[in-house]
Protein backbone atom coordinates (compact mmCIF):
# COMPACT_ATOMS: atom_id res chain seq x y z
CA UNK A 1 0.00 0.00 0.00
CA UNK A 2 1.38 3.45 -1.14
CA UNK A 3 2.06 5.66 2.06
CA UNK A 4 0.61 9.26 2.50
CA UNK A 5 3.58 11.01 0.94
CA UNK A 6 3.95 8.90 -2.15
CA UNK A 7 0.33 9.22 -2.81
CA UNK A 8 0.70 13.47 -2.67
CA UNK A 9 4.02 13.17 -4.77
CA UNK A 10 1.49 11.10 -7.46
CA UNK A 11 -1.09 13.60 -7.08
CA UNK A 12 1.35 16.43 -7.89
CA UNK A 13 2.70 14.99 -10.68
CA UNK A 14 -0.30 14.27 -12.18
CA UNK A 15 -1.55 18.09 -11.82
CA UNK A 16 1.68 18.88 -13.55
CA UNK A 17 3.32 20.27 -10.27
CA UNK A 18 6.84 19.80 -9.42
CA UNK A 19 8.25 20.33 -6.27
CA UNK A 20 11.35 22.01 -7.31
CA UNK A 21 10.10 24.49 -10.39
CA UNK A 22 13.91 25.93 -10.79
CA UNK A 23 16.61 23.78 -12.47
CA UNK A 24 19.63 23.70 -11.95
CA UNK A 25 21.10 26.43 -13.59
CA UNK A 26 18.03 28.59 -12.19
CA UNK A 27 19.44 27.52 -8.66
CA UNK A 28 22.73 28.79 -9.27
CA UNK A 29 20.82 32.18 -10.44
CA UNK A 30 18.94 32.39 -7.42
CA UNK A 31 21.97 31.78 -5.49
CA UNK A 32 24.59 33.85 -7.13
CA UNK A 33 21.27 36.77 -6.90
CA UNK A 34 21.90 36.07 -2.82
CA UNK A 35 25.39 36.23 -2.84
CA UNK A 36 25.48 39.41 -4.71
CA UNK A 37 23.20 41.24 -2.06
CA UNK A 38 25.02 39.99 0.90
CA UNK A 39 28.58 41.32 -1.02
CA UNK A 40 26.66 44.34 -2.04
CA UNK A 41 26.05 45.17 1.99
CA UNK A 42 29.20 44.08 3.42
CA UNK A 43 31.94 45.72 1.13
CA UNK A 44 29.28 48.78 -0.17
CA UNK A 45 29.36 48.09 -3.93
CA UNK A 46 26.43 49.28 -5.40
CA UNK A 47 26.88 48.14 -8.55
CA UNK A 48 25.96 44.16 -7.10
CA UNK A 49 22.87 45.36 -5.92
CA UNK A 50 22.34 45.97 -9.70
CA UNK A 51 23.48 42.50 -10.39
CA UNK A 52 21.42 41.08 -7.73
CA UNK A 53 18.09 42.47 -8.99
CA UNK A 54 18.87 41.15 -12.75
CA UNK A 55 19.47 37.81 -11.87
CA UNK A 56 15.93 37.99 -9.64
CA UNK A 57 14.22 39.55 -13.01
CA UNK A 58 15.47 37.09 -15.31
CA UNK A 59 14.62 33.96 -13.06
CA UNK A 60 11.19 35.86 -12.30
CA UNK A 61 10.16 36.48 -15.81
CA UNK A 62 11.72 33.05 -16.65
CA UNK A 63 8.87 31.71 -14.66
CA UNK A 64 6.22 34.03 -15.74
CA UNK A 65 7.07 32.49 -18.93
CA UNK A 66 6.08 29.51 -17.81
CA UNK A 67 4.10 29.51 -15.24
CA UNK A 68 1.18 32.82 -16.07
CA UNK A 69 0.32 31.68 -19.84
CA UNK A 70 -1.68 28.82 -20.06
CA UNK A 71 -0.76 25.42 -21.90
CA UNK A 72 -2.44 22.57 -22.84
CA UNK A 73 -1.15 19.27 -23.73
CA UNK A 74 -3.22 16.97 -25.39
CA UNK A 75 -2.19 13.14 -26.86
CA UNK A 76 -4.17 10.40 -28.86
CA UNK A 77 -2.59 6.91 -29.10
CA UNK A 78 -2.97 3.95 -31.09
CA UNK A 79 -1.23 0.43 -30.89
CA UNK A 80 -0.42 -1.74 -33.20
CA UNK A 81 -1.16 -4.61 -32.86
CA UNK A 82 -4.47 -2.99 -31.52
CA UNK A 83 -4.94 -6.45 -29.52
CA UNK A 84 -1.80 -7.71 -28.19
CA UNK A 85 -0.88 -11.11 -26.80
CA UNK A 86 0.72 -11.98 -23.48
CA UNK A 87 5.24 -11.57 -24.00
CA UNK A 88 4.52 -9.95 -27.71
CA UNK A 89 6.01 -6.90 -27.88
CA UNK A 90 3.35 -4.09 -28.92
CA UNK A 91 4.72 -0.71 -31.14
CA UNK A 92 2.73 2.30 -29.85
CA UNK A 93 2.30 5.64 -32.01
CA UNK A 94 1.11 8.76 -30.07
CA UNK A 95 0.21 12.22 -31.90
CA UNK A 96 1.05 14.90 -28.79
CA UNK A 97 0.08 18.59 -29.27
CA UNK A 98 1.08 21.37 -27.52
CA UNK A 99 -1.27 24.58 -27.52
CA UNK A 100 0.83 27.61 -25.52
CA UNK A 101 0.46 31.24 -26.15
CA UNK A 102 4.29 31.24 -26.10
CA UNK A 103 6.98 29.36 -27.60
CA UNK A 104 7.79 25.89 -25.69
CA UNK A 105 11.52 25.54 -25.35
CA UNK A 106 12.86 21.60 -26.17
CA UNK A 107 11.99 19.61 -23.36
CA UNK A 108 11.33 15.70 -22.46
CA UNK A 109 8.42 13.41 -22.89
CA UNK A 110 7.28 10.56 -20.30
CA UNK A 111 4.58 8.30 -21.07
CA UNK A 112 3.63 6.25 -17.92
CA UNK A 113 3.00 2.58 -18.45
CA UNK A 114 0.57 0.45 -15.67
CA UNK A 115 1.29 -2.87 -14.52
CA UNK A 116 1.56 -5.43 -16.95
CA UNK A 117 3.49 -3.39 -19.58
CA UNK A 118 7.05 -2.70 -19.95
CA UNK A 119 9.68 -0.63 -21.96
CA UNK A 120 11.05 2.91 -22.60
CA UNK A 121 8.81 5.34 -22.71
CA UNK A 122 10.56 8.40 -22.88
CA UNK A 123 12.44 10.39 -24.94
CA UNK A 124 13.10 14.58 -26.23
CA UNK A 125 10.47 16.53 -28.18
CA UNK A 126 12.15 19.79 -30.57
CA UNK A 127 11.65 23.18 -30.33
CA UNK A 128 9.68 23.77 -32.93
CA UNK A 129 6.01 25.51 -33.93
CA UNK A 130 3.94 24.37 -36.45
CA UNK A 131 1.53 26.78 -36.82
CA UNK A 132 -1.23 29.12 -34.74
CA UNK A 133 -4.76 28.16 -33.86
CA UNK A 134 -7.21 30.54 -31.77
CA UNK A 135 -4.46 33.01 -30.81
CA UNK A 136 -2.31 29.98 -29.22
CA UNK A 137 0.50 28.40 -30.84
CA UNK A 138 0.08 24.48 -31.50
CA UNK A 139 3.06 22.34 -31.45
CA UNK A 140 2.30 18.61 -32.89
CA UNK A 141 4.75 16.27 -32.45
CA UNK A 142 5.15 12.16 -33.28
CA UNK A 143 6.07 10.10 -30.92
CA UNK A 144 6.74 6.43 -31.33
CA UNK A 145 8.28 3.73 -29.21
CA UNK A 146 7.98 -0.46 -28.09
CA UNK A 147 6.72 -1.59 -25.29
CA UNK A 148 6.22 -5.60 -24.63
CA UNK A 149 2.78 -6.70 -23.11
CA UNK A 150 3.84 -8.74 -20.19
CA UNK A 151 1.06 -9.82 -18.36
CA UNK A 152 -2.68 -10.26 -19.71
CA UNK A 153 -5.20 -7.98 -19.06
CA UNK A 154 -6.49 -4.46 -19.96
CA UNK A 155 -3.78 -2.49 -18.81
CA UNK A 156 -3.45 1.30 -19.15
CA UNK A 157 -1.09 3.55 -21.09
CA UNK A 158 -0.64 7.04 -19.90
CA UNK A 159 -0.97 9.81 -18.88
CA UNK A 160 1.44 10.82 -20.81
CA UNK A 161 3.62 13.86 -19.03
CA UNK A 162 5.80 16.98 -20.76
CA UNK A 163 8.67 18.94 -19.11
CA UNK A 164 10.19 21.90 -20.59
CA UNK A 165 12.24 24.75 -19.84
CA UNK A 166 12.32 28.60 -20.18
CA UNK A 167 14.73 30.04 -23.65
CA UNK A 168 17.45 30.55 -20.49
CA UNK A 169 16.89 26.81 -18.82
CA UNK A 170 16.50 28.39 -15.84
CA UNK A 171 12.54 27.43 -14.60
CA UNK A 172 10.95 23.87 -15.85
CA UNK A 173 7.78 22.89 -16.04
CA UNK A 174 5.49 19.81 -15.96
CA UNK A 175 2.28 19.45 -17.71
CA UNK A 176 0.44 16.46 -18.19
CA UNK A 177 -2.15 14.74 -20.28
CA UNK A 178 -5.03 13.77 -19.16
CA UNK A 179 -6.04 11.29 -21.41
CA UNK A 180 -4.75 7.58 -20.36
CA UNK A 181 -5.21 5.06 -22.89
CA UNK A 182 -6.02 1.37 -22.55
CA UNK A 183 -4.49 -1.42 -24.39
CA UNK A 184 -6.08 -4.81 -23.95
CA UNK A 185 -3.62 -7.69 -23.93
CA UNK A 186 -5.10 -11.16 -24.31
CA UNK A 187 -3.57 -14.40 -23.79
CA UNK A 188 -0.72 -16.12 -26.18
CA UNK A 189 -2.38 -18.45 -28.64
CA UNK A 190 0.02 -21.89 -28.99
CA UNK A 191 0.21 -23.29 -32.00
CA UNK A 192 -1.23 -26.95 -31.48
CA UNK A 193 -1.31 -30.47 -33.70
CA UNK A 194 -4.35 -31.75 -34.83
CA UNK A 195 -6.64 -33.66 -33.22
CA UNK A 196 -6.83 -37.40 -34.65
CA UNK A 197 -8.48 -40.61 -34.27
CA UNK A 198 -12.18 -39.59 -34.47
CA UNK A 199 -14.22 -41.04 -36.71
CA UNK A 200 -17.49 -40.10 -38.50
CA UNK A 201 -19.14 -37.19 -37.90
CA UNK A 202 -16.97 -36.46 -34.18
CA UNK A 203 -13.93 -35.32 -36.70
CA UNK A 204 -13.67 -31.86 -37.57
CA UNK A 205 -12.83 -31.22 -41.62
CA UNK A 206 -15.33 -29.41 -42.38
CA UNK A 207 -16.83 -28.12 -45.55
CA UNK A 208 -18.71 -24.79 -45.37
CA UNK A 209 -21.24 -26.13 -48.12
CA UNK A 210 -21.71 -28.62 -50.09
CA UNK A 211 -22.80 -27.28 -53.83
CA UNK A 212 -22.92 -31.27 -55.84
CA UNK A 213 -22.73 -29.96 -59.30
CA UNK A 214 -19.73 -32.41 -60.17
CA UNK A 215 -22.90 -35.24 -59.58
CA UNK A 216 -24.86 -33.53 -62.13
CA UNK A 217 -27.50 -30.89 -61.72
CA UNK A 218 -30.15 -33.30 -61.75
CA UNK A 219 -29.59 -34.60 -58.23
CA UNK A 220 -30.45 -31.38 -56.61
CA UNK A 221 -34.03 -30.52 -55.25
CA UNK A 222 -34.58 -27.13 -56.66
CA UNK A 223 -36.77 -24.85 -54.91
CA UNK A 224 -38.49 -21.53 -55.70
CA UNK A 225 -36.17 -18.26 -56.37
CA UNK A 226 -36.62 -15.25 -53.63
CA UNK A 227 -35.22 -12.15 -53.96
CA UNK A 228 -31.81 -12.38 -53.04
CA UNK A 229 -30.50 -15.41 -54.18
CA UNK A 230 -27.59 -15.44 -56.65
CA UNK A 231 -28.19 -15.44 -59.88
CA UNK A 232 -25.53 -18.21 -60.09
CA UNK A 233 -27.99 -20.60 -58.73
CA UNK A 234 -30.52 -20.28 -60.93
CA UNK A 235 -31.67 -24.33 -61.98
CA UNK A 236 -32.51 -23.10 -65.29
CA UNK A 237 -34.10 -27.05 -66.91
CA UNK A 238 -36.26 -26.89 -63.80
CA UNK A 239 -37.40 -23.09 -64.39
CA UNK A 240 -37.87 -23.60 -67.85
CA UNK A 241 -39.79 -27.30 -67.12
CA UNK A 242 -42.13 -25.17 -64.47
CA UNK A 243 -42.15 -21.86 -66.13
CA UNK A 244 -40.96 -20.40 -63.29
CA UNK A 245 -37.14 -19.35 -61.74
CA UNK A 246 -35.85 -22.09 -59.74
CA UNK A 247 -32.81 -22.25 -57.70
CA UNK A 248 -30.48 -24.74 -56.23
CA UNK A 249 -30.99 -25.66 -53.11
CA UNK A 250 -27.63 -25.82 -51.30
CA UNK A 251 -27.06 -28.79 -48.47
CA UNK A 252 -24.72 -27.76 -45.52
CA UNK A 253 -22.72 -30.40 -43.56
CA UNK A 254 -23.60 -30.80 -39.83
CA UNK A 255 -20.92 -29.13 -38.24
CA UNK A 256 -19.43 -31.08 -35.45
CA UNK A 257 -19.45 -30.09 -32.01
CA UNK A 258 -16.40 -29.41 -29.48
CA UNK A 259 -16.85 -28.28 -25.80
CA UNK A 260 -13.75 -26.49 -24.19
CA UNK A 261 -14.42 -26.03 -19.97
CA UNK A 262 -11.68 -23.71 -18.19
CA UNK A 263 -12.15 -24.55 -14.28
CA UNK A 264 -12.17 -21.46 -12.38
CA UNK A 265 -13.17 -22.68 -9.33
CA UNK A 266 -10.71 -20.70 -6.68
CA UNK A 267 -10.26 -24.23 -4.80
CA UNK A 268 -7.51 -24.93 -7.51
CA UNK A 269 -5.91 -21.72 -7.85
CA UNK A 270 -3.86 -18.88 -5.32
CA UNK A 271 -5.69 -16.09 -4.49
CA UNK A 272 -4.51 -13.42 -7.45
CA UNK A 273 -6.04 -15.30 -9.78
CA UNK A 274 -9.47 -13.70 -7.98
CA UNK A 275 -8.08 -10.55 -7.58
CA UNK A 276 -6.88 -9.81 -11.34
CA UNK A 277 -6.24 -11.30 -14.22
CA UNK A 278 -2.16 -11.89 -14.79
CA UNK A 279 -1.59 -12.83 -11.54
CA UNK A 280 -1.55 -16.05 -11.10
CA UNK A 281 1.26 -17.99 -13.34
CA UNK A 282 -0.99 -21.57 -12.65
CA UNK A 283 -4.27 -19.64 -13.52
CA UNK A 284 -2.81 -18.10 -16.96
CA UNK A 285 -1.60 -21.19 -18.08
CA UNK A 286 -4.82 -22.45 -17.65
CA UNK A 287 -6.07 -19.78 -19.80
CA UNK A 288 -3.42 -19.86 -22.78
CA UNK A 289 -4.53 -23.99 -22.70
CA UNK A 290 -8.10 -22.58 -23.18
CA UNK A 291 -7.05 -20.15 -25.80
CA UNK A 292 -5.23 -22.95 -27.89
CA UNK A 293 -6.97 -25.35 -27.38
CA UNK A 294 -10.22 -23.56 -28.93
CA UNK A 295 -8.48 -21.80 -31.88
CA UNK A 296 -7.02 -25.36 -32.62
CA UNK A 297 -10.51 -27.00 -32.70
CA UNK A 298 -12.22 -23.70 -34.56
CA UNK A 299 -9.52 -24.27 -37.27
CA UNK A 300 -10.65 -28.06 -37.62
CA UNK A 301 -13.88 -26.99 -38.34
CA UNK A 302 -15.47 -27.70 -34.79
CA UNK A 303 -18.25 -25.43 -33.63
CA UNK A 304 -16.62 -25.01 -30.16
CA UNK A 305 -18.47 -23.91 -26.65
CA UNK A 306 -16.43 -22.54 -24.21
CA UNK A 307 -17.93 -23.16 -20.59
CA UNK A 308 -17.01 -22.97 -17.14
CA UNK A 309 -17.67 -26.21 -15.30
CA UNK A 310 -21.14 -25.45 -14.05
CA UNK A 311 -21.95 -25.21 -17.79
CA UNK A 312 -22.56 -21.19 -18.27
CA UNK A 313 -20.61 -19.93 -21.67
CA UNK A 314 -17.76 -17.69 -20.89
CA UNK A 315 -18.13 -16.18 -24.22
CA UNK A 316 -20.10 -17.29 -27.47
CA UNK A 317 -19.46 -20.09 -28.93
CA UNK A 318 -17.21 -19.75 -32.23
CA UNK A 319 -18.02 -21.75 -35.21
CA UNK A 320 -15.14 -23.53 -37.63
CA UNK A 321 -13.42 -21.37 -39.25
CA UNK A 322 -14.28 -18.18 -37.73
CA UNK A 323 -11.29 -15.87 -37.30
CA UNK A 324 -13.43 -12.72 -36.04
CA UNK A 325 -15.00 -15.38 -33.11
CA UNK A 326 -11.01 -16.04 -32.43
CA UNK A 327 -10.22 -12.44 -31.98
CA UNK A 328 -13.74 -12.02 -29.82
CA UNK A 329 -12.58 -15.39 -27.72
CA UNK A 330 -9.48 -13.33 -27.42
CA UNK A 331 -10.60 -10.16 -26.39
CA UNK A 332 -13.00 -11.83 -23.70
CA UNK A 333 -10.71 -13.65 -22.32
CA UNK A 334 -8.49 -11.21 -21.74
CA UNK A 335 -10.33 -10.10 -18.28
CA UNK A 336 -11.01 -14.11 -17.12
CA UNK A 337 -10.30 -14.44 -13.64
CA UNK A 338 -10.89 -17.13 -11.15
CA UNK A 339 -14.23 -17.62 -9.27
CA UNK A 340 -15.20 -18.89 -5.86
CA UNK A 341 -17.71 -21.20 -6.28
CA UNK A 342 -17.67 -23.87 -9.27
CA UNK A 343 -17.69 -27.86 -8.63
CA UNK A 344 -16.96 -30.25 -11.05
CA UNK A 345 -20.05 -32.67 -10.33
CA UNK A 346 -21.85 -29.90 -12.02
CA UNK A 347 -19.93 -30.82 -15.36
CA UNK A 348 -20.85 -34.34 -14.39
CA UNK A 349 -24.54 -33.59 -14.32
CA UNK A 350 -24.20 -31.43 -17.65
CA UNK A 351 -22.86 -34.57 -19.83
CA UNK A 352 -25.73 -36.28 -17.89
CA UNK A 353 -27.69 -37.07 -21.11
CA UNK A 354 -25.43 -35.25 -23.80
CA UNK A 355 -23.36 -36.24 -26.36
CA UNK A 356 -20.04 -34.34 -28.08
CA UNK A 357 -17.28 -34.45 -29.94
CA UNK A 358 -14.34 -33.60 -28.59
CA UNK A 359 -14.36 -32.44 -24.56
CA UNK A 360 -11.13 -30.48 -23.56
CA UNK A 361 -11.47 -29.88 -19.26
CA UNK A 362 -8.43 -27.88 -17.92
CA UNK A 363 -8.23 -27.64 -14.48
CA UNK A 364 -5.84 -27.65 -11.63
CA UNK A 365 -4.73 -30.94 -9.16
CA UNK A 366 -7.68 -33.06 -8.50
CA UNK A 367 -8.63 -34.53 -5.78
CA UNK A 368 -9.94 -37.59 -4.97
CA UNK A 369 -13.59 -36.43 -4.84
CA UNK A 370 -13.30 -35.23 -8.34
CA UNK A 371 -12.09 -37.71 -9.65
CA UNK A 372 -15.60 -39.87 -8.93
CA UNK A 373 -17.55 -36.88 -10.25
CA UNK A 374 -15.85 -37.14 -13.40
CA UNK A 375 -16.23 -40.67 -14.06
CA UNK A 376 -18.85 -41.06 -16.08
CA UNK A 377 -18.06 -37.96 -18.51
CA UNK A 378 -15.92 -39.51 -21.03
CA UNK A 379 -18.84 -41.94 -22.42
CA UNK A 380 -20.54 -38.70 -23.73
CA UNK A 381 -17.82 -37.75 -25.74
CA UNK A 382 -15.75 -38.83 -28.88
CA UNK A 383 -12.53 -37.84 -27.37
CA UNK A 384 -12.66 -36.86 -23.53
CA UNK A 385 -8.78 -35.11 -23.32
CA UNK A 386 -8.34 -33.81 -19.11
CA UNK A 387 -5.10 -31.57 -18.84
CA UNK A 388 -4.16 -30.55 -15.28
CA UNK A 389 -2.09 -27.65 -14.42
CA UNK A 390 -0.38 -28.86 -11.34
CA UNK A 391 1.55 -26.87 -9.09
CA UNK A 392 4.05 -30.16 -8.22
CA UNK A 393 5.84 -32.31 -10.51
CA UNK A 394 4.56 -33.16 -13.80
CA UNK A 395 6.93 -35.79 -14.31
CA UNK A 396 5.25 -38.09 -11.73
CA UNK A 397 1.50 -39.09 -12.61
CA UNK A 398 -1.09 -38.28 -9.33
CA UNK A 399 -2.92 -41.25 -7.94
CA UNK A 400 -6.21 -39.17 -8.92
CA UNK A 401 -4.71 -38.84 -12.23
CA UNK A 402 -4.03 -42.48 -12.98
CA UNK A 403 -7.88 -42.97 -11.71
CA UNK A 404 -9.35 -40.62 -14.46
CA UNK A 405 -7.20 -42.03 -17.14
CA UNK A 406 -8.93 -45.55 -15.91
CA UNK A 407 -12.45 -43.78 -16.58
CA UNK A 408 -11.81 -43.11 -19.74
CA UNK A 409 -9.76 -39.58 -19.96
CA UNK A 410 -6.97 -38.69 -22.08
CA UNK A 411 -4.99 -37.20 -19.13
CA UNK A 412 -2.10 -34.39 -19.43
CA UNK A 413 -0.20 -32.88 -16.99
CA UNK A 414 1.24 -29.03 -17.06
CA UNK A 415 3.28 -26.84 -15.04
CA UNK A 416 3.75 -22.98 -16.38
CA UNK A 417 7.22 -24.00 -17.68
CA UNK A 418 5.95 -27.26 -19.68
CA UNK A 419 5.74 -26.61 -23.76
CA UNK A 420 1.84 -27.00 -23.97
CA UNK A 421 2.82 -28.41 -27.94
CA UNK A 422 4.27 -30.90 -26.56
CA UNK A 423 1.41 -31.64 -23.80
CA UNK A 424 -1.29 -31.47 -26.58
CA UNK A 425 0.36 -34.08 -28.55
CA UNK A 426 0.64 -36.51 -26.10
CA UNK A 427 -3.53 -36.70 -25.63
CA UNK A 428 -4.95 -35.22 -28.79
CA UNK A 429 -3.91 -38.70 -31.02
CA UNK A 430 -3.20 -42.25 -29.85
CA UNK A 431 -4.74 -44.72 -27.19
CA UNK A 432 -5.90 -43.44 -23.81
CA UNK A 433 -2.73 -42.26 -22.52
CA UNK A 434 -1.10 -40.47 -19.24
CA UNK A 435 0.99 -37.94 -19.87
CA UNK A 436 4.52 -37.75 -17.66
Do not use: K
Not at 99 to 109: E, F, I, K, M, N
Not at 154 to 165: I, K, N, Q, Y
Not at 264 to 288: H, K, N, Q, Y
Not at 303 to 332: F, K, N, T, Y
Amino acid sequence: MASPRRATRRARRERGVTRWPLTLRGLGALALAVACFVLAARFGVIELVYVGVLMLAIVGVSAATLYLAGRRVRVARSFHPDLATTGDPVHVRARMEIRSPLPVAQGRWEDRLGPGLEGETSGIFPATVSGTRAGAQVREIEIAYDIVAARRGVRAVGPLTVTSTDPFGLVRRTTTAREPSTLTVAPAVVTLESVSDLPGSAGGRMSASTNRLGQGTDNLIPRHYVPGDSMRRIHWRASAHRDELMVRQEEQETTPEAVVVLDRAMARWSDAALRAPGEDERFETAVTATVSVTAQLVREGYHVSILDVDGSPLVEPVDGGDAAGLRELLSAFATVTARRATDLTDLARLFSTAQTGPLVLITGDLEPADVGALARVPAHSALPVLICVTAGPSTVPSEERLRAADTGWRVAAMTPRDDLTAVWSSVAGGGRRVHA
